[in-house]
């Protein structure tokens, strides 16, 4: 009879993670950087498939569906931003990602009634529902200036979340300006230049 004796797996042995996989010890923000890159890809289709004020069922199904997704990439951007405390690691910083994570939740919330087409703008619960939307726009724009001031993130990523963060302050007065079509076309670009890009940066952070 031959007895074996195995040495007990070390850590390294333990937190080995196969390749390919959303996550591993020296990538933690594999998925989030992923998810945020996806959601910035699919809102940017849908805004080229239907425009930015949809209509149609099908238009509003579409920009629902993109939008949505992009939604959900911004609340593992936030995620991220609060496991590395990159607004710094006071109260007033936690608060702020709390707030901007309960934005982002009822904007996905607006995104949905559109979507399923039973909201109304002219009642007042609605509208102040629709308007998260931009709140929340706007205040991923603070949260990226904040960033960069904080400097927590170094080198690119430090300065790359405002530069993806701008969006509504880049595409909508380019929309006033220059029309719906161009609008249009500023606002897809500017998600893969910037938020698209930011998620890869994120999902190649290590701590």
């Not at 950087?33 to 509003?60: C, E």
């Not at 609060?82 to 709390?98: D, K």
């Not at 009642?123 to 529902?129: D, H, M, R």
């Not at 880049?170 to 938020?195: D, Q, R």
């Amino acid at each position: 009879m031959t007895i074996q004796h195995s040495p007990a797996p070390a850590r390294s042995d333990v937190a080995t993670v196969a390749p390919g996989t959303a996550t591993s010890p020296t990538r933690p923000f594999l998925l989030h950087g992923r998810m945020l890159t996806a959601g910035a890809v699919a809102w940017s289709a849908s805004i080229l498939a239907v425009g930015q004020d949809p209509g149609g069922t099908t238009g509003l199904v579409v920009f629902g569906l993109g939008s949505g997704l992009f939604q959900v990439g911004l609340l593992f951007l936030l995620r991220t931003l609060w496991r590395t405390q990159a607004l710094g690691e006071g109260r007033f910083a936690r608060g702020v990602l709390r707030f901007e994570a309960f934005a982002v939740s009822m904007a996905m919330a607006s995104t949905f009634v559109d979507a399923v087409g039973v909201s109304d703008l002219s009642q007042p619960a609605w509208l102040a529902l629709d308007l998260f939307w931009p709140l929340s726009m706007l205040g991923m724009f603070l949260i990226g200036i904040r960033i960069a001031v904080a400097g927590r993130w170094t080198g690119l990523s430090r300065f790359w979340p405002v530069v993806a963060e701008s969006w509504a302050v880049v595409t909508i007065p380019a929309m006033g300006i220059f029309g719906e079509t161009a609008g249009k076309y500023v606002g897809a670009l500017h998600l893969l230049v910037g938020y698209a890009v930011l998620g890869v940066l994120v999902s190649r952070k290590t701590d």
